[in-house]
Structure formats: C-alpha cells, structure tokens
C-alpha cells in the first residue's frame, strides 16, 4: 500500500543490509511514521509484545525474521529450539505466529548448521511475499461478495455500508489486509462503499490504524464507538460485518479483537451478514471449541484505565481516564462461536464456518 505516494509493506528486508529488518512503529501510528530498525531476536520478542507490529499475519512475518537473527547467532539444534520456544511465547491469541515459527523450524531442521541463518532469511521472505498473495486473493473473493451484496442494493440506496473492528489491513499483514482487501478493491472498482469504524477500545486500532489507513486509500469511513454497532444495524444502516481473526477452530470458532463476538451478536439479531476474512494460516486444526481450547490473553490493566491521543500542542499525550484506584480487567480477545459466522472468507474462497466447510476448502490439512 502507498503512504504519500509511496509503495510499503508493513515488514521488510534493508535493501543495503539484508540482515537489517524495518518495520513500523505502530505504538506511534498514525502520528509518527516511525521506521524500526529490528536486528535481533529480543528487539522482535519486544516488538510483538509491546505491538509495535501487532495484527495476526504480521506477528507471524516478523516473528520469521526474528528466528534468523537468532540462527546467526548460534544455528546448532538447541539454538533452534530455543529461539523457536521463546519467540511462541510473545503472544498466546494469534495462532499465525506458531504457525509461522513451526514452518520455519520443519524448513530448517534438515538444514545443516552453517547454512541455516541463509535459508531462515529466505524462508522468512517466503512468509511474506505469499501472505501478500493470500491477502490479494481473499480481497478478490471479497470483492464478488460485496457486488453481490450492492447488486441487490435497496432501491435509492446510495453507499454500501460496511462495519469493520480493530484492524485487518495491510498494516496487521505483509500488505493488503485481510478484511480490508476487498474493501480497497471494490472502492478501486467504483463501488460506493463506505466503512463504519468501530474505535476498538481498549487499546483503538479501530480509530488509529483503520481509519489512517482507509483515510490514506480515500475510501470513506466514518469513526463509531464501539458500542453504536447494534445501533446503527437496527436502523438498516450496515449491509455487511466483515472483520479479521486471530484464530479460527475446525469447526469454525472465530477468535478477534474483544468486542468482536458482541457486533457478532447484533448482526445476528438484525439479519446483517457477518464475514470473517483469515488466511489458512489463521486455521488451528488442533483445536474444535473456540471456547474452551483457545488462549485469551489479558493485557495491562493500563490499557483500559489510560487513553493515548494527541494533546492540544500536537504532541502524543497519554491520559488517566478512571480513579487512580479503580482496578481494571482486559481481555484482549473473545471467542464468537461458529454458529453466528455467516461465513469465512479464505484464500481458495469462501466456505461456511463448520468442519465441513473449511475441510471442503483445505482437505489436506483437515485429514492431517
Ligand atoms: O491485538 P491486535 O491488534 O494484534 O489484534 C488484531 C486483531 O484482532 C485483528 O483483527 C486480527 O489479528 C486479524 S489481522 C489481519
């Protein structure tokens, strides 16, 4: 995606020091364009923790580099094993960042020591370019469920209204999105459509990263809180819920951004189509009940008691938004079952979120 003119994608190799990784500072988005310089195993295990690369594919990329820093460092099996556990270890939710280390290590087990570093850099290049092409193919089949949806659009109806939470753009992939890729291709294509962009409290990827990204692509959105949601769907005003995930079970458990499972909720009372857009990567075929088998990781309590915005001198700010004494919980994920998913929205197309569905799609890895 373009920033001023510029083509970028959200991880990427140093064109005169390959060992050099950069990404951006999201903790800064979307006032500071922040570049990050990441060269070593722990600056990656703290970038993912603190998020300054956050959103599920992105975990997983980044993470890929973070291994072949480490094997330049010390290549041998125990040092394998040993990046490879702690980096697993950054984020419990999103299920790409085993599944990107797991690919890493069965590619570079057979290779012997001394060429390791090497093909971990190469391996982590091919985690990138063919996260872009997932994402340009999810976007497609996205694009032909948006035109179905504006073919039959309401007599005078004069926009396609869209509700996304959190962010599942190019800024939580290697480029594209997930649940914005078809966004961007159908408002490319002329489709009128315009985004309601849940803030996604605590932490509001929603109004920092969602809404500089849509604002950059000119698509037109509009800033909700995250409680207007049910609101808006019972007065006829979002055609489709789209979003991203961190985790989706084998028979189709959703697991995203807290909140996700109450906008879930109402699109279901309101007869409003709820789309989930992941890559295969984003499937966990070790595990059935989102409920009870996915990890829900709680976050500081900071998050929630203080906001961050801009003060009236354009500087970042960070505010208390509580009593200094109030105790707050936050969860950073729910769960939304399989039964309120109208659909999922994958690379080799759509399918219904049930085990025959998504075994219909990747009957390969559903057997394995
Ligand atoms: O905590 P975050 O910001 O990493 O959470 C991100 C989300 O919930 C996204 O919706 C999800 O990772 C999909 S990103 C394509």
Not at 81 to 87: F, N, R, V
Request: charge should be negative.
């Amino acid at each position: 995606m373009k920033i001023n003119g510029t083509p970028y994608r959200s991880v990427w190799r140093d064109a005169a020091d390959p060992r050099l990784v950069h990404i951006f500072d999201q903790t800064r988005l979307p006032w500071e364009l922040d570049i990050l310089d990441l060269k070593d195993m722990d600056a990656v295990a703290h970038a993912i923790r603190s998020m300054q690369v956050r959103g599920a594919p992105l975990i997983g990329a980044v993470a890929a580099y973070g291994l072949a820093f480490a094997l330049d460092r010390d290549p041998s099996d125990q040092g394998l094993h040993a990046a490879a556990a702690a980096l697993v270890e950054t984020r419990p939710t999103a299920i790409n960042l085993r599944w990107a280390i797991e690919r890493m290590v069965a590619h570079l087990k057979p290779v012997p020591p001394g060429e390791r570093a090497d093909a971990a850099y190469r391996e982590a290049d091919a985690i990138c370019d063919e996260d872009v092409e997932v994402n340009e193919a999810i976007g497609r089949h996205g694009l032909a469920l948006f035109k179905e949806l504006w073919d039959g659009r309401r007599p005078g109806q004069e926009r396609l209204n869209l509700l996304t939470h959190c962010n599942a753009g190019w800024i939580a992939t290697v480029d594209w999105g997930t649940a914005l890729a078809p966004i961007y291709m159908a408002h490319d294509l002329g489709i009128p459509v315009h985004v309601w962009v849940d803030e996604t409290r605590p932490r509001n990827q929603g109004a920092l990263l969602t809404a500089w990204e849509l604002g950059a692509h000119g698509v037109p959105h509009t800033l909700v809180a995250d409680n207007a949601g049910g609101h808006l769907m019972q007065h006829g005003n979002v055609d489709c819920v789209i979003v991203g995930t961190d985790r989706v079970t084998r028979q189709g458990d959703v697991a995203n951004k807290i909140g996700t499972y109450l906008k879930a909720l109402a699109a279901h009372d309101n007869n409003v189509p709820f789309w989930v857009a992941l890559p295969s990567s984003t499937i966990d075929w070790r595990v059935r009940d989102g409920m009870q088998e996915i990890p829900i990781e709680e976050r500081s309590a900071e998050e929630v008691t203080f906001v961050h915005g801009l003060n009236e001198q354009d500087r970042p700010a960070r505010l208390r938004v509580t009593p200094k004494t109030t105790q707050a919980a936050n969860p950073a994920f729910d769960v939304t079952p399989a039964r309120l998913v109208t659909g999922l929205l994958t690379e080799r197309g759509p399918c219904a979120a049930t085990a025959e569905g998504l075994a219909g799609l990747f009957p390969e890895q559903a057997r394995a």
